[in-house]
């Protein structure tokens, strides 16, 4: 039984990848696809967000120097692509979904609007929120934090590469300390990057916790949306 009625999943393109070798994969997309209808089928409102790294990152990727309008612009449709085939899988795993766009492209899929979005999340369907918020400059945490608060989410679970929040990079420091639960404003004192700061004052102020924890088990998903102890908890 999930603690929250209502979540935003959060992905990263990167690990929809698996090994990293190709742009998808189809083993990862049906195992992802699974969790978010069986979680969606057990009663609880969910919408997801696909960041866009396994095929766009950023203005100056492998050494191609591209104006940072055009190259928000190529990842915003980089992150249609990811939430397409995500809504695919997880219609061929029985729950249906919608892809709605902050951008026109009404061939593809429909115009994003807050109180058709949360219609389609009462009415059981997954929402796979794409093109960020359809604006360059915007972030994929102050993104997904907004879309949260618009559509009145009680949590983002954030699926990452990484098992949580350290106090420095566990990568590097063997002695790294792993945080279990962390305060928004701790969390920028310390001047950790779990998240960035416009995307912290938004949950701040909406009051949305944040769990960060790690894809590599898609179960993780129920894991996190039933409150258990999982990756770091983020709060107001």
């Not at 866009?52 to 120097?65: F, K, P, S, T």
């Not at 612009?73 to 729950?95: C, F, P, R």
């Not at 305060?183 to 001047?191: D, I, K, P, R």
Request: aromatic fraction near 6%; include cysteine; proline fraction near 3%.
């Amino acid at each position: 039984m999930s603690e929250y009625k209502r979540v935003l999943v959060k992905l990263s393109g990167e690990a929809l990848s698996g090994d990293g070798k190709r742009i998808l994969s189809g083993d990862m997309l049906k195992s992802v696809a699974k969790v978010l209808s069986e979680l969606a089928n057990s009663g609880t409102q969910v919408c997801v967000v696909i960041g866009a790294g396994n095929i766009w990152r950023g203005a100056r990727q492998n050494g191609l120097e591209v104006d940072r309008v055009r190259g928000d612009h190529m990842g915003m449709l980089a992150t249609v692509i990811n939430s397409i085939a995500m809504q695919d899988y997880i219609i061929k795993a029985g729950t249906e979904a919608k892809v709605m766009s902050a951008v026109q492209i009404q061939q593809f899929c429909e115009p994003y609007a807050q109180y058709k979005a949360i219609e389609y999340l009462e009415q059981g369907n997954v929402v796979i929120l794409a093109a960020g918020v359809g604006y360059p400059y915007f972030s994929t945490d102050t993104g997904m934090m907004l879309r949260a608060a618009e559509l009145k989410c009680d949590a983002v679970l954030s699926a990452k590469n990484v098992d949580g929040v350290y106090d420095k990079d566990p990568a590097k420091y063997p002695d790294a300390k792993k945080f279990d639960s962390l305060s928004y404003s701790e969390m920028l004192s310390l001047g950790l990057k779990a998240i960035d700061q416009s995307a912290a004052a938004i949950g701040e102020e909406s009051g949305i916790k944040t769990v960060l924890f790690p894809l590599s088990d898609p179960q993780n998903i129920i894991l996190a949306a039933r409150g258990e102890n999982i990756g770091t908890l983020l709060h107001n």
